[in-house]
Nanobody, 121 residues
Framework: QVQLVESGGGLVQVGESLRLSCVGS????????MAWYRQAPGKERELVAR?????????????TSPDSVKGRFSISRDNAKNTVYLQMNSLEPEDTAVYYC?????????WGQGTQVTVSS
């Protein structure tokens, strides 16, 4: 059974940074597009950033990603560790949400359980 396990969330102050990690297992990690989504209370889940299996990155500014994260968040992957990261800098209260790891490939979608990020002012 495919597993995606997120970590790194927590409570931080405005302007601080966090790095989220997601470790995938029981699937061919390097051949899947990996992404981070977030869902704030009362809002729909939205794409934050995606990194394809070939390393192409979509972060903010696209029609499906929030412009507000561009220049502050960055996604990366380490296929040797089956891990995708989301570096989040200059955090704002509006970034408060549950952040979910997503794997997409071969017509399949997989989700992690989510990690809570809370930014306090």
């Amino acid at each position: 059974q495919v597993q995606l396990v997120e970590s790194g969330g927590g409570l931080v102050q405005v302007g601080e940074s966090l790095r989220l990690s997601c470790v995938g297992s029981r699937f061919s990690f390097s051949t899947y597009d990996m992404a981070w989504y977030r869902q704030a209370p009362g809002k729909e889940r939205e794409l934050v950033a995606r990194i394809s299996s070939t390393g192409d990155i979509t972060t903010g500014g696209s029609t499906t990603s929030p412009d507000s994260v561009k220049g502050r968040f960055s996604i990366s992957r380490d296929n040797a560790k089956n891990t995708v990261y989301l570096q989040m800098n200059s955090l704002e209260p509006e970034d408060t949400a549950v952040y979910y790891c997503n794997a997409r490939g071969y017509g399949l979608w997989y989700w992690g359980q989510g990690t809570q990020v809370t930014v306090s002012s």
